[in-house]
């Protein structure tokens, strides 16, 4: 059984700064891509940024600069950097990643049960 799990959501002022965090747990081979989504009130899901098992990373164009992904490999752990924040990043931030169990011959998709992060004007 593989299990994510975000913390370091919270209520924050605008302009502020937080970072999340994401642990993948249980019996894992390996893991592939990492990712950070994140869910508006009323809107779908969409993808903030995404980063390779070699560092690599991609953004949404919106939040290039503000937002920085990264990870630890051995801690199977994703981070988010998230600065100067807005009113308008207020979401549900969820973690995504691509992990291969211990046993198993390919990858599937786990996800977060994510965390609420809400930036006051």
């Known amino acids: 059984q593989v299990q994510l799990v975000e913390s370091g959501g919270g209520l924050v002022q605008t302009g502020g700064s937080l970072r999340l965090s994401c642990a993948a747990s249980g019996r894992i081979f390996s893991i592939n891509l990492m990712a950070w989504y994140r869910r508006a009130p009323g809107k779908q899901r969409d993808l903030v940024a995404t980063?390779?098992?070699?560092?690599?990373?991609n953004y949404a164009d919106s939040l290039k600069g503000r937002f920085t992904i990264s990870r630890d490999n051995a801690k199977n752990t994703v981070y988010l950097q998230m600065n100067n924040l807005k009113p308008e990043d207020t979401a549900v931030y969820y973690c995504?990643?691509?992990?291969?169990?211990?046993?198993?011959?390919?990858?599937?998709?786990?996800w977060g049960q994510g965390t609420q992060v809400t930036v006051s004007s």
């Open positions: 980063i390779t098992t070699d560092g690599s990373t």
């Open positions: 995504n990643a691509e992990v291969r169990p211990t046993g198993y011959l390919r990858h599937y998709t786990y």
